[in-house]
């Protein structure tokens, strides 16, 4: 993102920011209809409150217990944890402002022995603020600080995530104003091996081999991107009445680690990682 883009959006984020919390503080809670409010977390289990100590990066925060939360649901595109970007200093910014010293409430997978927390041991939460109600996650995708990157053991919310994120593109608000970030058309994507990538295109064929669901968006099924379902994933479609086999000929909008087999490839564990685009 250029010098003069992140600026725009900088002022543009932190103006919202602030015109957003004197709203809020004058409008009661009842009549307040905001998309980033009020949200239903029937998907989730509310586990515990907690009081926010430290914000470690744009994605963990620290909890006087001196454990970690780490966001669950979204990606900050251009955090690196020895050189963080600008939007993530904007969105630590945004967090230390809105979270330092604030109880907090933790909604987490239903099943306490899925999704509950990540391979360094922090607990994968979405959080929504005690004082005024607002869900953290959705709070990001509005302002264009974070795109929607859920997995297979944590897809809750992401239809809510989604419909955050297009307000969010359409706006052109944060992260949306860079090409960087823009979706890729699947011949685009060979300069994207080992990046997360946000694809659109058409289904050209879906055939299933040896127990895996290829979803082809070329005639060369050698060299064109391609979508796959591994053997041990495809129940997380079938149990949703999904059959991948039916995406032949749409348009579609999935989003993944980009991987190189034949071609540019991503590995599709969850349904909640792919839309059907109206057409």
């Not at 600008?86 to 945004?94: C, F, N, V």
Request: hydrophobic share 35%; aromatic share 8%; charged share 20%.
């Amino acid at each position: 993102m250029s010098q003069s883009l992140f600026n725009t959006a900088s002022i543009f984020c932190a103006l919202f920011v602030l015109l957003w919390h004197a709203a809020y503080a004058q409008t009661p809670a009842h009549q307040n209809q905001s998309s980033v409010h009020h949200i239903n977390y029937a998907p989730l289990k509310q586990t515990r409150n907690a009081k926010i100590i430290t914000v470690i990066d744009p994605l963990t925060l620290q909890i006087e217990t001196g454990e970690m939360i780490r966001l669950s649901g979204i990606n900050i595109p251009d955090y690196n944890a020895e050189s963080p970007g600008e939007l993530s200093l904007l969105t630590i910014d945004i967090l230390q402002d809105l979270l330092l010293g604030k109880e907090v409430t933790l909604y987490q997978t239903p099943n306490e022995k899925t999704g509950r927390k990540n391979r360094m041991k922090h607990h994968l939460a979405h959080l929504e603020t005690r004082d005024q109600r607002i869900w953290v996650q959705g709070l990001l995708i509005k302002l264009g600080l974070a795109r929607v990157r859920t997995t297979a053991n944590t897809p809750q919310l992401a239809q809510e995530m989604y419909a955050l994120e297009r307000r969010a593109r359409e706006h052109k608000a944060g992260l949306w104003q860079s090409d960087n970030y823009t979706p890729r058309t699947p011949n685009t994507l060979k300069d994207k091996i080992d990046s997360f990538q946000i694809v659109e295109g058409r289904v050209h064929s879906a055939a299933t081999h040896n127990g895996r669901i290829y979803l082809n968006f070329g005639p060369d099924w050698q060299s064109d991107f391609t979508i796959i379902i591994n053997p041990e994933d495809k129940n997380n479609f079938y149990s949703a009445n999904i059959d991948p086999l039916s995406w032949n000929n749409k348009l579609i909008e999935v989003r993944g680690w980009v991987d190189e087999y034949n071609g540019p490839v991503i590995n599709l564990s969850h349904p909640q990682a792919i839309q059907i685009l109206k057409e």
